[in-house]
Each structure stands twice: as C-alpha cells, then as structure tokens.
C-alpha cells in the first residue's frame, strides 16, 4: 500500500492508508482507504469492515465516527477498508449471476472475485494481519445490495453484514408487468428463499421514513421500508430469529443519503462490534 497520511494530533490516533489495486476481474484500478487504530499490534487479530461506496466516507465524517466508536467502547480491535466504486457502479454492484431487469448488476460476479481473490490478499499483505478474528461487509443503497449479495453467498467467509438503504427492490422484470409479484421478483429475496441457514450470520437493516416516496402495492408504506421488511420476513422463513439475529433501524426523517447513513453509522458500529 502507498500513500500514509500523517494521523491527525488527537487522543487516539488512525491512520488512513490509501492505496490502488489494478483489477483484472474488474479491468479497472480500485481506490481503496484503510483506516487502521493507532494502537493496533502486530500480534493481535483485529475485526475486519469492509464497506462499499469508500469515495463517500469523508463525506460521512467517517474517520470522526470510527474515532469516537473506539474511544467509547475502550480501543476494539477493528480496520475499515473503504472500497471505492468506480464509474460502472451500477453494473459491479448487485447480485452477482442475476442481473436485473435491465441488466445491471452484470460486473457483480466480477466484483465478488475482486473481493476474495485481489483485495483480502492486499489487505493481509500489506497491513501485515494475516488473520482477523472476524469480516463484517456493510454498503449503502445499492452498495448495500452488494454487500448482502456477497455475506449471503459466503457465510463462511462473514459473521455480520449491515444493509443501510438498500436496493432490496432489485427485480427481475419490470413492476409495470401485469406478471410481476413481488413475491417472485425482487432478486435478493428469492435468493434467501433459495439459500441455506448460517446460524451465526447477524444482519442489521436501516431505512429513513424519507428514503423515498414510491408505494408501489399502495400499501401505505414506501417502497424501501417494504423491501426491507419484506427480505427481514424470508429471512425469518430459513431460521433467523429477528429479535437475536437481525437489528432494524428506522429513522424518522432519514433520508436517501450520505448524512442519513452517518447518523446511523454509530448505531451498527456498536450492534457490530460492541455487542
């Protein structure tokens, strides 16, 4: 990795590692910051966040919100690795093998093995942690699609995933179709339905009562708010108990952005790592 930042002079210190990996599953170079705690030793196992959409970390005040988490619950051991997403969004993030309707999401397989085959192996290579003691993925909207996508796939390799806003009406035709039922055509839970049970996998969900204004089946509940529930509900259909092994968390007034995302940073950081 290149590029250390010199830590700003506060009581607990992070460094923020930039670094560039040139992707052949993605034929594209992917901006990557690595936010390590001052007081990490070699010798330990720190947990490892991984978190899509990195280019809106600042935006976040994420090093501000990383900092007062670890202050607060007495310097956990814990990395962030921000990924950032490149110009062909869309198509990287999503379900990988099961683009939507309109064919986006069709990099996401590709984007799967950039995770597991380019970025781990960076990440234990040049941070020198060969081993965490655990990898927790979180993204935002569609991001957060791709992380779910991702932890679902690969419950071997994840212990939580946190969802804040996601694409979760992702669908396979049009909703305009006098077929289409949501039971059968958002993407993401018809591959929960299909999957298998990993007891220990935790998910944590967030949506702002203003993410959007769309109620598709009139229900008086906007559409991301539905979905979410809705996926929380197939969730519950394989074996998850939504007390002990999912955390919703509604914002009122929250809406689809950044800020929105910041306010409830804080809350998964604890539920993730402080529970």
């Not at 007081?39 to 280019?55: V, W």
């Not at 935006?59 to 670890?70: A, G, K, P, S």
């Not at 569609?142 to 796939?153: E, K, N, R, T």
Request: proline letters at 5%; hydrophobic letters at 40%.
């Amino acid at each position: 990795m290149s590029d250390l930042m010199p830590p700003e002079k506060t009581s607990l210190t992070i460094d923020i590692i930039a670094t560039e990996i040139e992707s052949e599953h993605l034929d594209r170079t992917v901006k990557v910051d690595a936010y390590v705690p001052g007081f990490l030793e070699k010798h330990q196992r720190p947990a490892l966040l991984l978190i899509n959409d990195g280019q809106d970390m600042p935006t976040m005040n994420w090093i501000e919100v990383f900092r007062d988490f670890l202050q607060r619950k007495g310097s956990i051991p814990l990395i962030a690795v921000a990924m950032h997403a490149g110009t062909d969004r869309k198509m990287e993030y999503g379900t990988a093998g099961v683009p939507d309707y309109l064919g986006r999401g069709a990099k996401a397989a590709a984007y799967t093995k950039f995770i597991f085959e380019e970025l781990l192996p960076t990440i234990r290579r040049e941070l020198g942690y060969p081993e965490f003691s655990e990898k927790v993925f979180a993204g935002f909207s569609l991001g957060g699609l791709s992380a779910l996508d991702i932890v679902w796939a690969h419950p071997h390799e994840f212990t939580k995933v946190g969802v804040f806003s996601g694409s979760l009406w992702w669908r396979m035709i049009d909703q305009t179709e006098p077929d289409y039922d949501d039971d059968k055509h958002r993407i993401m839970h018809d591959l929960v339905r299909k999957g298998n049970y990993a007891p220990w996998l935790k998910f944590f969900f967030c949506t702002g009562t203003l993410d959007e204004t769309n109620d598709r089946n009139g229900n008086g509940i906007i559409d991301s708010i539905d979905d979410t529930l809705g996926l929380m509900t197939e969730l519950e259909g394989k074996g998850y108990n939504r007390s002990s092994d999912m955390y919703y968390l509604e914002l009122p007034d929250g809406r689809h952005d950044v800020a929105t995302w910041g306010k409830a940073m804080p809350v998964f950081l604890d539920w993730a790592f402080a529970g």
